[in-house]
C-alpha cells in the first residue's frame, strides 16, 4: 500500500473526518486531502505525530519501503509490534522488543548476546561452539549497536 492509502485508512478505520485527523496531528483539512490523493506527504515531523496517534511505525505509515532489522541481534522487523518503543511509547525502529526495552538495552555485551545465541539458535550445520561464535561475532559486528 502506498502512504496515501495508509493514511486514509488509519483515518476512516479510526472513524475520523479528515478535520478530525488535520487537528490531532495539528495541520489543516486541505494537508490531510492532499495527504490522501498522493499530492504531498507528511514532513518527518508530522509523521512522528502520526505515529505516536495511530500506534504505528514510521516505516508502516510510508508503506513499508525499507527493510529494518534490528541494530543488536539482526532481527527483520517487518511487523510493528515487533519494533521497540521508548519509554514515552514511541518506536525506535533500530532495535527490536527484545533487545531494547524500558529504554535500555537488554545485553550488556556482544559477548552475552553471542551467548544468547549459542543457546537459543539451531545448529543444523552442527558447527562447533568455537565456529559458531565466531560467525555470530562476524554477523554481530556489522551492526549498529555492536559497532
Same mark, same amino acid.
Given at each position: 500500500?502506498?502512504?496515501?492509502?495508509?493514511?486514509?485508512?488509519?483515518?476512516?478505520?479510526?472513524?475520523?473526518?479528515?478535520?478530525?485527523?488535520?487537528?490531532?496531528?495539528?495541520?489543516?483539512?486541505?494537508?490531510?486531502?492532499?495527504?490522501?490523493?498522493?499530492?504531498?506527504? +507528511?514532513? &518527518?515531523?508530522?509523521?512522528?505525530?502520526?505515529?505516536?496517534?495511530?500506534?504505528?511505525? *514510521?516505516?508502516?505509515?510510508? $508503506?513499508? &519501503? /525499507?527493510?529494518? *532489522?534490528?541494530? @543488536? @541481534? $539482526?532481527? &527483520?522487523?517487518?511487523? !510493528?509490534?515487533?519494533? #521497540?518503543?521508548? +519509554? !514515552?511509547?514511541?518506536?525506535?525502529? !533500530?532495535? @527490536?522488543?527484545? @533487545?531494547?526495552?524500558?529504554? $535500555?538495552?537488554?545485553?550488556?555485551?556482544?559477548?552475552?548476546? *553471542? =551467548?544468547?545465541? *549459542? $543457546?537459543?539458535? +539451531?545448529? +543444523? =550445520?552442527?558447527?562447533?561452539?568455537?565456529? /559458531?561464535? #565466531?560467525?555470530? !561475532?562476524?554477523?554481530?559486528?556489522?551492526?549498529?549497536?555492536?559497532?
Amino acid at each position: 500500500m502506498e502512504t496515501k492509502d495508509i493514511l486514509k485508512s488509519l483515518r476512516e478505520k479510526n472513524n475520523l473526518t479528515q478535520e478530525q485527523m488535520a487537528e490531532r496531528v495539528m495541520v489543516t483539512r486541505q494537508a490531510v486531502s492532499r495527504w490522501e490523493t498522493g499530492e504531498t506527504q +507528511p514532513n &518527518p515531523e508530522t509523521l512522528k505525530l502520526l505515529s505516536r496517534q495511530f500506534d504505528v511505525s *514510521i516505516n508502516t505509515l510510508l $508503506g513499508s &519501503p /525499507r527493510q529494518i *532489522i534490528c541494530q @543488536c @541481534c $539482526g532481527m &527483520p522487523l517487518n511487523e !510493528d509490534d515487533l519494533i #521497540s518503543r521508548e +519509554p !514515552d511509547g514511541s518506536y525506535n525502529e !533500530d532495535y @527490536c522488543k527484545w @533487545c531494547y526495552e524500558d529504554g $535500555g538495552f537488554v545485553y550488556e555485551s556482544k559477548e552475552s548476546m *553471542i =551467548d544468547f545465541l *549459542i $543457546g537459543h539458535m +539451531p545448529n +543444523p =550445520d552442527n558447527l562447533t561452539e568455537e565456529e /559458531r561464535r #565466531s560467525r555470530f !561475532d562476524a554477523f554481530l559486528s556489522q551492526l549498529k549497536h555492536w559497532k
